[in-house]
């Protein structure tokens, strides 16, 4: 009988207790050396690869530890430099600089990694000179090794390496061609040093564009099959399907597909007898990017039709560990709820189990793990009923009526400003919550600060002059975690943090139960700044389609019907603000965008959900409410009628660092709804001019009908410090002060 391996692609680096941001952040601030701060790394890379020994991964992975993201590791080895950053030595510190910018340069590009949350450092081709720089695989190989680890190096794919990066003069296909001797190399030197396999990353081939790149791809693979023919390599996928009558076809030792992402597809072309048998099959079986435990019983039967396909199988997780928090070790659950859990750790566990089943017929673990897996499916959280229909999607009245209605309750001005929500989250508000939530503070003292920070911010915002205020969001954490705590439903860790960018995690609360509005959430805040000003204040939501995008979602009923749990409790909060008075209410939708899903077949489903949620949320009210909504990334373009259909009064968007483009979005489809472009980049701590901002806004104002033109920075300002956001605003007001004298400007309407 055929003995069945395991295998893991990634296991996230942050350690337990993010010792991994902690040493880097330390290093940043000069708290400690270099050399401290290689042996802390080393310390955590060593932990890691023993506990996925201990949890007898047969292949462990070596590679996905990374100093900060596994692209820019790929381009110093490469000397894929940017520009700006040529001429020095290639190190660590040259590593940092390029993804954090320095006084004198601009950091490169973060971008997300296809539809997760993670962000990877974008390649910049332009005048480098590539090469093969000092090979850390090869080092962190050999370090596996003393650990008593036998690990395969992970290596992120040429074409999906191109495919992620900008720049240059030359083609596509020259790039991938100037990377293949460079990668041969790499190959031998691991396959020298006794790497048994090497595990290839090309999640590009999941994606719509994999069609476009088949000869490209299938040119590499074959050089590499001829000029290094010792590597065995398996070219590892993620996230979606492949087309595996292509994808097959490929001459590599093994393939990895994804049978949890896939919709399907993948076990399906598999049985139509797509998967060439002498291939080993290296299968994503248990969810890499979730956070439940696994249906154990649905696995096994998954191996055993597998099992007829191939005559190597390799189970694994179906991406690496890296999305997902590390353990369930530090966490005080409850039983009931702590048994459907499986982070990093524990899905290495449930492939564990299954190995022992089919190679050991050991059933001990299996059945253990398949009994807690039951327990928690029998409790049944979807206990409440929901009546969607009775709560309004759509708002009757045409926006051109409320536009009116509204006008006369707030009486703006011309080119009306306003600000995204939040202000600085300084040192003081994040020691203050910090304090609260270890008790070391009572809670009238943290709310009397929260107040406190509200009316000085109310005065500041008065002082500058903008015309719709804000109370500043300074006792939210995170705009979706802030929520999680305070619906029903959710499930907030202590230590599930997972990497976002960088040092930088992120703490996405966990749905497991029907979600359920009971008592208001930021109703005291908003009134209290309401009742210190005359001008009008915004409440501030974070809307379904992002709190589901960025929480660990339950997958025990559709998503669909998640986002719309999600959005009847925001509806409540809604109406719960305009029952108090308050006249604009702002819903954040920022990750309407990242949620689409890589294959475009689906985006119009989603789209169309994504809207609905979005309209249950925020239609109940009355003609006269401005319904604001603010959305931070600029390629609009496929989900530009999406945008329109949300039928927002107002939408506020990042503009400030593509600005032509985006125009060009809403100019297309004849944008009619309120619309604010921000006029400058809050992820700078430059102050613009008020030059530049009269320039952005004369040019907004050539396409956009100047009657629905508002005028804000780019995102909330709570990274920035106060004196910045104080004088960038200034400026913004003077600015816009300027333009309602000239009357050169005004379009006919
Ligand atoms: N209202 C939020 C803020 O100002 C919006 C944040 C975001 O767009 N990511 O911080
Ligand atoms: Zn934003």
Same mark, same amino acid.
């Given at each position: 009988m055929m003995t069945i391996k395991t295998s893991n692609l990634g296991f996230p680096r942050l350690g337990k207790k993010r010792e991994w941001k902690k040493a880097i952040e330390s290093y940043w601030a000069k708290k400690i050396d270099k050399a401290e701060l290689d042996q802390t790394l080393q310390d955590l890379h060593k932990e890691i690869l023993t506990i996925q020994k201990d949890h007898h991964v047969d292949h462990i992975p070596t590679g996905d530890f990374s100093l900060y993201d596994h692209v820019l590791d790929t381009s110093l080895l490469f000397n894929i430099i940017p520009e700006r950053f040529q001429g020095r030595p290639v190190d660590d510190d040259l590593l940092f600089d390029i993804a954090r910018g320095n006084k004198d340069h601009v950091a490169s590009a973060l971008i997300k990694w296809f539809n997760t949350n993670y962000h990877y450092i974008v390649p910049e081709w332009d005048n480098v000179s590539p090469q093969l720089n000092n090979n850390v695989l090869l080092e962190k190989f050999n370090f596996s090794k003393e650990v008593g680890v036998t690990s395969h190096p992970v290596i992120l794919g040429p074409v999906t390496y191109v495919a992620l990066s900008k720049g240059g003069d030359q083609s596509f296909d020259e790039k991938v061609r100037t990377l293949l001797p460079l990668y041969k190399e790499v190959f031998e030197q691991l396959t020298e040093a006794g790497a048994e396999y090497i595990q290839v990353d090309e999640p590009i081939l999941v994606t719509d564009g994999a069609a476009d790149l088949q000869d490209i791809t299938k040119e590499a693979y074959e050089f590499f099959n001829e000029a290094a023919p010792a590597a065995k390599l398996v070219l590892q996928t993620y996230f979606e399907r492949v087309d595996l009558n292509f994808v097959g076809q490929l001459p590599v030792y093994g393939f990895g597909l994804d049978f949890v992402h896939d919709n399907g597809f993948n076990l399906q072309q598999i049985k139509d007898g797509l998967f060439p048998k002498e291939k080993a099959l290296f299968a994503g079986i248990v969810d890499g990017r979730n956070v439940w435990s696994t249906n154990i019983e649905e696995k096994k039967a998954l191996i055993e039709t597998l099992q007829s396909y191939t005559d190597e199988l390799v189970i694994q997780p179906s991406s690496s560990l890296l999305h997902v928090p590390v353990t369930l070790e530090e966490e005080t659950l409850d039983d009931s709820v702590r048994e459907g859990l499986s982070f990093a750790t524990e899905k290495l566990d449930? &492939?564990? %189990?299954?190995?022992? &089943?089919?190679?050991? +017929?050991?059933?001990?673990?299996?059945?253990? *793990?398949? %009994?807690?897996?039951?327990?928690?499916?029998?409790?049944?959280?979807?206990? *409440?009923? #929901?009546? #969607?229909?009775? $709560?309004?999607?759509?708002?009757?009245? /045409?926006?051109?009526?409320?536009?009116? &209605?509204?006008?006369? $309750? *707030?009486? *703006? /001005?011309? &080119? /009306?400003?306003?600000? !995204?929500?939040?202000? /600085?989250?300084?040192?003081? $508000?994040?020691?203050?919550? %910090?304090?609260?939530? +270890?008790?070391? !503070?009572?809670?009238?003292?943290?709310?009397?600060? $929260?107040? +406190?920070? !509200?009316k000085r911010w109310i005065e500041i915002q008065e002082e500058i002059g903008l015309d719709v205020l804000v109370h500043g969001e300074f006792e939210r954490n995170d705009m979706v975690e802030f929520f999680g705590e305070k619906l029903n439903g959710f499930l907030v860790t202590k230590f599930g943090w997972v990497q976002s960018y960088g040092s930088r995690a992120v703490k996405p609360p966990i749905i497991y139960g029907d979600v359920k509005w009971t008592a208001p959430l930021t109703v005291k805040e908003t009134l209290y700044a309401q009742s210190l000003t005359d001008k009008p204040v915004k409440g501030m939501l974070t809307g379904p389609v992002t709190i589901l995008n960025w929480s660990f979602e339950r997958v025990d009923i559709p998503r669909s019907e998640v986002q719309d749990q999600i959005a009847l409790a925001i509806n409540e909060e809604v109406l719960a603000l305009e029952e108090a008075g308050i006249k604009v209410i702002q819903v954040d939708e920022p990750a309407l965008r990242e949620g689409l899903p890589l294959r475009s077949e689906y985006h119009e489903d989603y789209l169309n959900k994504a809207v609905h949620s979005f309209r249950l949320s925020t239609s109940s009210v009355q003609d006269s409410t401005q319904i604001h909504t603010h959305m931070c990334y600029s390629q609009f373009g496929q989900i530009i009628h999406a945008i329109k259909s949300l039928d927002a009064d107002v939408i506020s968007i990042e503009t400030s660092r593509s600005h032509g483009d985006l125009i060009k979005d809403f100019e297309d489809i004849t944008y009619d709804l309120g619309i604010g472009l921000g006029v400058y980049d809050i992820h700078s701590p430059r102050i613009p001019t008020e030059e530049e901002i009269t320039v952005a806004i004369d040019r907004a104002l050539q396409e956009i009908d100047r009657s629905l033109f508002w005028v804000n920075p780019d995102c909330g300002l709570k990274t920035r410090q106060e004196e910045e956001v104080k004088q960038a605003l200034t400026v913004l007001v003077n600015s816009v002060e300027k333009l309602r004298q000239d009357n050169t400007v005004k379009q006919p309407n």
């Amino acid at each position: 009988m055929m003995t069945i391996k395991t295998s893991n692609l990634g296991f996230p680096r942050l350690g337990k207790k993010r010792e991994w941001k902690k040493a880097i952040e330390s290093y940043w601030a000069k708290k400690i050396d270099k050399a401290e701060l290689d042996q802390t790394l080393q310390d955590l890379h060593k932990e890691i690869l023993t506990i996925q020994k201990d949890h007898h991964v047969d292949h462990i992975p070596t590679g996905d530890f990374s100093l900060y993201d596994h692209v820019l590791d790929t381009s110093l080895l490469f000397n894929i430099i940017p520009e700006r950053f040529q001429g020095r030595p290639v190190d660590d510190d040259l590593l940092f600089d390029i993804a954090r910018g320095n006084k004198d340069h601009v950091a490169s590009a973060l971008i997300k990694w296809f539809n997760t949350n993670y962000h990877y450092i974008v390649p910049e081709w332009d005048n480098v000179s590539p090469q093969l720089n000092n090979n850390v695989l090869l080092e962190k190989f050999n370090f596996s090794k003393e650990v008593g680890v036998t690990s395969h190096p992970v290596i992120l794919g040429p074409v999906t390496y191109v495919a992620l990066s900008k720049g240059g003069d030359q083609s596509f296909d020259e790039k991938v061609r100037t990377l293949l001797p460079l990668y041969k190399e790499v190959f031998e030197q691991l396959t020298e040093a006794g790497a048994e396999y090497i595990q290839v990353d090309e999640p590009i081939l999941v994606t719509d564009g994999a069609a476009d790149l088949q000869d490209i791809t299938k040119e590499a693979y074959e050089f590499f099959n001829e000029a290094a023919p010792a590597a065995k390599l398996v070219l590892q996928t993620y996230f979606e399907r492949v087309d595996l009558n292509f994808v097959g076809q490929l001459p590599v030792y093994g393939f990895g597909l994804d049978f949890v992402h896939d919709n399907g597809f993948n076990l399906q072309q598999i049985k139509d007898g797509l998967f060439p048998k002498e291939k080993a099959l290296f299968a994503g079986i248990v969810d890499g990017r979730n956070v439940w435990s696994t249906n154990i019983e649905e696995k096994k039967a998954l191996i055993e039709t597998l099992q007829s396909y191939t005559d190597e199988l390799v189970i694994q997780p179906s991406s690496s560990l890296l999305h997902v928090p590390v353990t369930l070790e530090e966490e005080t659950l409850d039983d009931s709820v702590r048994e459907g859990l499986s982070f990093a750790t524990e899905k290495l566990d449930e &492939l564990y %189990a299954l190995k022992q &089943l089919f190679n050991e +017929n050991d059933d001990t673990l299996y059945n253990e *793990l398949k %009994a807690q897996y039951e327990r928690f499916e029998s409790q049944s959280f979807k206990q *409440l009923e #929901y009546d #969607y229909d009775s $709560v309004k999607s759509e708002r009757t009245t /045409p926006f051109k009526e409320r536009k009116v &209605l509204q006008d006369q $309750v *707030l009486n *703006l /001005p011309d &080119l /009306p400003t306003t600000t !995204i929500g939040s202000f /600085p989250q300084s040192r003081e $508000v994040r020691k203050y919550r %910090a304090d609260w939530k +270890n008790n070391r !503070i009572s809670d009238e003292k943290y709310e009397e600060f $929260v107040q +406190n920070e !509200i009316k000085r911010w109310i005065e500041i915002q008065e002082e500058i002059g903008l015309d719709v205020l804000v109370h500043g969001e300074f006792e939210r954490n995170d705009m979706v975690e802030f929520f999680g705590e305070k619906l029903n439903g959710f499930l907030v860790t202590k230590f599930g943090w997972v990497q976002s960018y960088g040092s930088r995690a992120v703490k996405p609360p966990i749905i497991y139960g029907d979600v359920k509005w009971t008592a208001p959430l930021t109703v005291k805040e908003t009134l209290y700044a309401q009742s210190l000003t005359d001008k009008p204040v915004k409440g501030m939501l974070t809307g379904p389609v992002t709190i589901l995008n960025w929480s660990f979602e339950r997958v025990d009923i559709p998503r669909s019907e998640v986002q719309d749990q999600i959005a009847l409790a925001i509806n409540e909060e809604v109406l719960a603000l305009e029952e108090a008075g308050i006249k604009v209410i702002q819903v954040d939708e920022p990750a309407l965008r990242e949620g689409l899903p890589l294959r475009s077949e689906y985006h119009e489903d989603y789209l169309n959900k994504a809207v609905h949620s979005f309209r249950l949320s925020t239609s109940s009210v009355q003609d006269s409410t401005q319904i604001h909504t603010h959305m931070c990334y600029s390629q609009f373009g496929q989900i530009i009628h999406a945008i329109k259909s949300l039928d927002a009064d107002v939408i506020s968007i990042e503009t400030s660092r593509s600005h032509g483009d985006l125009i060009k979005d809403f100019e297309d489809i004849t944008y009619d709804l309120g619309i604010g472009l921000g006029v400058y980049d809050i992820h700078s701590p430059r102050i613009p001019t008020e030059e530049e901002i009269t320039v952005a806004i004369d040019r907004a104002l050539q396409e956009i009908d100047r009657s629905l033109f508002w005028v804000n920075p780019d995102c909330g300002l709570k990274t920035r410090q106060e004196e910045e956001v104080k004088q960038a605003l200034t400026v913004l007001v003077n600015s816009v002060e300027k333009l309602r004298q000239d009357n050169t400007v005004k379009q006919p309407n």
